[in-house]
């Protein structure tokens, strides 16, 4: 063999080692992939991928390592396609709009996957946008517990209608998912699957999810512009049929000894004045779920201060499982990211024809009064009312707000309209507040008397008291009478307190100086570092004002302590209040300011003719 031959040779001999290693190298890569993607070569899809193995392969090789002949392996491109094929479709969305939403749907999950509020600005300022809820990777309305029709399933978009919305997609099992979403109601969607399985079979347990809401600085936000606040769930009992509602929030739970707080899902502490406190290493998600033993779940929101998001499901739920998740890793106060919640249904029995149909309504819009009554009559379901969380004074809070909107529609300012609100409630109580400064202004005149009958009787404490009562009664005077408005002014100004720090059509309503009647007025913050609120400053000089002209009949450094203290003690406690509380108060004491000071003059002027 000659030089040249043994070079050809050589470079032959290169050949096959390389092709052999080559060889290597991809029956290597195969083995790989065939363990990482198990499901790919089960029984059910061996015909789908029949054309990895078929001898048609134009890059078919014989099997390294000692392999049978006619083995073969699959070249690298053929793997490649394989694993794009099973890859997840790209998503797709498509966005619809009403009078109020634009809404985005996605393909994934067949679900809302965010919503836009076109009436509400996010900011005092229009520029950056109305309120959006993105719920990101956790569409509001997907399903969990069938495979295939998860927020992970790829459906398919169509808009057969204006408003109308159409998703189908299969699961793995067969069972077929046609979902339509009608959005042409305001912030009201209306929601019916139909599930078409083979005959005779039901459906497994699952359930319908609720979008996270999520804090402003939430990260991936709701935008929302206020913190979350709480979940609300209303049951009924299935014996009685009487319903009622619940809340879950920082620290009251669903149930008593049924269902955690959010404070004790996270194991924080404290409480009360403080916000509650976790420990390191406490994990940063939780979540909870509830069962009412012998009960149904009529709906459930997820609300924070202004808006809210309630699913009312056709046929009522069996559970609620409510997720949250806390800002930062470190221990110090608790505070929320986000939160969402689930309604959850049983197995349901099997149907002649495959055939399943559920209903269900969403609300994505503001804590409104008049919209959530609207979805007591488009639900045919009651208690969304119980969202606003009015608490005991629920009736009167709903005749405040109801007066306060109908003034807003005569006057089209909310700080005017909260003046005139005012005025009413004064007139209203005018004739008991008169007949109470006729009364202080009676025991003023009987001091002397009364101090009288104390030195003479100041050993003997029955006798004082009946000779004290006798004067009363000789006189007509009734010694409770000035106490009697503050009682009636106190449920008052918490059924303001209550109405006005939710309403969100206080939320950047603007009144003279003040930008924003929900929040504190904040006065030159951006040049002391520091808000100075002015409306909870007059609120505490109209309390001292009037406490200096009330008659008093009590010891009078008493009366001077208290002259300082009250004024104090609410200048404190509303400083941070919101501006319109503020509003009311003063105006308010003003009022009765006045009213005071017109009666004594009346009373100076009658006296000569007396």
């Given at each position: 063999?000659n030089?040249?031959?043994?070079?050809?040779?050589?470079?032959?001999?290169?050949l096959?080692?390389?092709?052999?290693?080559?060889?290597?190298?991809?029956?290597?890569?195969?083995?790989?992939?065939?363990?990482?993607?198990?499901?790919?070569?089960?029984?059910?899809?061996n015909?789908?991928?029949?054309?990895i193995?078929?001898?048609?392969?134009?890059?078919?090789?014989?099997?390294p390592?000692?392999a049978?002949?006619g083995?073969e392996?699959?070249?690298?491109?053929?793997?490649?396609?394989?694993?794009?094929?099973?890859?997840?479709?790209?998503?797709?969305?498509?966005?619809?709009?009403n009078?109020?939403?634009?809404?985005?749907?996605?393909?994934?999950?067949?679900?809302?996957?965010?919503?836009?509020?076109?009436?509400?600005?996010?900011?005092?300022?229009?520029?950056?946008?109305?309120?959006?809820?993105?719920?990101?990777?956790?569409?509001?309305?997907?399903?969990?517990?069938?495979?295939?029709?998860?927020?992970?399933?790829?459906?398919?978009?169509?808009?057969?209608?204006?408003?109308?919305?159409?998703?189908?997609?299969?699961?793995?099992?067969?069972?077929?998912?046609?979902?339509?979403?009608?959005?042409?109601?305001?912030?009201h969607?209306?929601?019916t699957?139909?599930?078409v399985?083979?005959?005779?079979?039901?459906?497994?347990?699952?359930?319908?999810?609720?979008?996270?809401?999520?804090?402003?600085s939430?990260?991936?936000?709701?935008?929302?512009?206020?913190?979350?606040?709480?979940?609300?769930?209303?049951?009924?009992?299935?014996?009685?049929?009487?319903?009622?509602?619940?809340?879950?929030?920082?620290?009251?739970p669903?149930?008593?000894?049924v269902?955690r707080s959010?404070?004790?899902?996270?194991?924080?502490?404290?409480?009360?004045?403080?916000?509650?406190?976790?420990?390191?290493g406490?994990?940063?998600?939780?979540?909870?779920?509830?069962?009412?033993?012998?009960?149904?779940?009529?709906?459930?929101?997820v609300?924070?201060?202004?808006?809210?998001?309630?699913?009312?499901?056709?046929?009522?739920a069996?559970?609620?499982?409510?997720?949250?998740?806390r800002?930062?890793?470190?221990?110090?106060?608790?505070?929320?990211?986000?939160?969402?919640?689930?309604?959850?249904?049983?197995?349901?029995?099997?149907?002649?024809?495959?055939?399943?149909?559920?209903?269900y309504?969403?609300?994505l819009?503001?804590?409104?009064?008049d919209?959530?009554?609207?979805?007591?009559?488009?639900?045919?379901?009651?208690?969304?009312f119980?969202?606003m969380?009015?608490?005991?004074?629920?009736?009167?809070?709903?005749?405040l707000?109801a007066?306060?909107?109908?003034?807003?529609?005569?006057?089209?300012?909310?700080?005017?309209?909260?003046?005139?609100l005012?005025?009413?409630?004064?007139?209203?109580?005018?004739?008991?507040?008169?007949?109470?400064?006729?009364?202080?202004?009676?025991?003023?005149?009987?001091?002397p008397?009364?101090?009288?009958?104390?030195?003479?009787?100041?050993n003997?404490?029955?006798?004082?008291?009946?000779?004290?009562?006798?004067?009363?009664?000789?006189?007509?005077?009734?010694?409770?009478?000035?106490?009697?408005?503050?009682?009636?002014?106190?449920?008052?100004?918490?059924?303001?307190?209550?109405?006005?720090?939710?309403?969100?059509?206080?939320?950047?309503?603007?009144f003279?100086?003040?930008?924003?009647?929900?929040?504190?007025e904040?006065?030159?913050?951006?040049?002391?570092?520091?808000?100075?609120?002015?409306?909870?400053?007059?609120?505490a000089?109209?309390?001292?004002?009037?406490?200096?002209?009330?008659?008093?009949?009590?010891?009078?450094?008493?009366?001077?302590?208290?002259?300082?203290?009250?004024?104090?003690?609410?200048?404190?406690?509303?400083?941070?209040?919101?501006?319109?509380?503020?509003?009311?108060?003063?105006?308010?004491?003003?009022?009765?300011?006045?009213?005071?000071?017109?009666?004594?003059?009346?009373?100076?002027?009658?006296?000569?003719?007396?």
């Amino acid at each position: 063999m000659n030089r040249s031959d043994k070079i050809i040779v050589a470079i032959l001999a290169a050949l096959v080692c390389g092709w052999f290693w080559i060889s290597r190298q991809d029956a290597k890569r195969l083995s790989e992939w065939r363990e990482a993607h198990p499901e790919l070569f089960s029984a059910e899809t061996n015909e789908t991928f029949g054309a990895i193995s078929s001898p048609e392969a134009s890059s078919i090789l014989a099997a390294p390592d000692g392999a049978g002949e006619g083995d073969e392996v699959v070249d690298s491109g053929i793997a490649d396609a394989a694993i794009a094929a099973a890859a997840p479709a790209p998503e797709r969305t498509l966005t619809v709009s009403n009078s109020v939403l634009d809404l985005v749907f996605t393909s994934r999950g067949g679900a809302v996957k965010g919503a836009t509020l076109r009436d509400y600005d996010l900011t005092l300022d229009p520029a950056d946008g109305p309120v959006v809820f993105d719920f990101g990777d956790s569409p509001a309305l997907a399903l969990a517990g069938i495979p295939g029709l998860g927020k992970d399933g790829d459906f398919v978009l169509d808009e057969p209608a204006p408003g109308v919305v159409r998703m189908t997609a299969t699961a793995a099992d067969g069972t077929r998912l046609s979902r339509t979403v009608a959005a042409t109601n305001g912030y009201h969607l209306a929601v019916t699957d139909e599930f078409v399985a083979a005959p005779g079979s039901g459906l497994p347990a699952f359930s319908v999810a609720l979008g996270p809401i999520a804090t402003a600085s939430g990260g991936t936000s709701s935008r929302a512009a206020g913190p979350v606040d709480g979940v609300d769930v209303r049951v009924r009992d299935v014996q009685t049929g009487k319903a009622k509602s619940l809340e879950q929030n920082m620290t009251r739970p669903l149930a008593k000894n049924v269902s955690r707080s959010f404070s004790g899902m996270f194991g924080a502490a404290g409480g009360g004045c403080a916000a509650p406190s976790v420990a390191a290493g406490a994990p940063l998600e939780a979540s909870e779920t509830f069962s009412p033993a012998g009960s149904t779940v009529d709906w459930v929101a997820v609300r924070e201060r202004f808006f809210v998001e309630v699913l009312t499901p056709g046929l009522p739920a069996s559970s609620v499982r409510t997720s949250l998740r806390r800002k930062g890793g470190a221990a110090g106060p608790l505070q929320l990211e986000s939160l969402a919640a689930d309604a959850g249904w049983p197995d349901s029995a099997a149907a002649a024809d495959g055939r399943t149909v559920r209903t269900y309504s969403l609300y994505l819009g503001p804590r409104k009064m008049d919209e959530l009554l609207r979805e007591d009559a488009e639900t045919g379901v009651g208690g969304h009312f119980d969202i606003m969380r009015f608490g005991t004074w629920s009736w009167f809070c709903r005749w405040l707000l109801a007066m306060l909107n109908g003034i807003h529609r005569v006057i089209p300012n909310y700080g005017w309209a909260i003046v005139v609100l005012t005025v009413i409630v004064r007139l209203i109580l005018f004739p008991i507040n008169r007949k109470s400064a006729q009364g202080m202004r009676k025991m003023s005149e009987l001091q002397p008397k009364m101090k009288e009958i104390n030195e003479r009787y100041k050993n003997d404490p029955q006798k004082r008291q009946a000779e004290t009562m006798r004067l009363y009664q000789e006189n007509h005077v009734n010694p409770l009478s000035s106490c009697l408005p503050m009682f009636i002014q106190l449920p008052i100004f918490i059924a303001l307190f209550t109405v006005l720090r939710s309403a969100v059509e206080l939320r950047y309503a603007p009144f003279l100086w003040i930008s924003d009647l929900s929040e504190p007025e904040n006065c030159f913050r951006d040049t002391l570092g520091f808000g100075v609120n002015f409306l909870p400053i007059a609120m505490a000089a109209t309390m001292t004002l009037q406490s200096r002209l009330t008659p008093s009949a009590g010891d009078p450094q008493q009366q001077k302590m208290m002259t300082i203290m009250m004024p104090v003690m609410m200048l404190v406690m509303c400083y941070s209040f919101a501006s319109a509380l503020g509003l009311y108060w003063s105006v308010s004491q003003a009022l009765a300011i006045f009213g005071m000071w017109y009666a004594r003059r009346g009373a100076k002027s009658a006296a000569p003719a007396k």
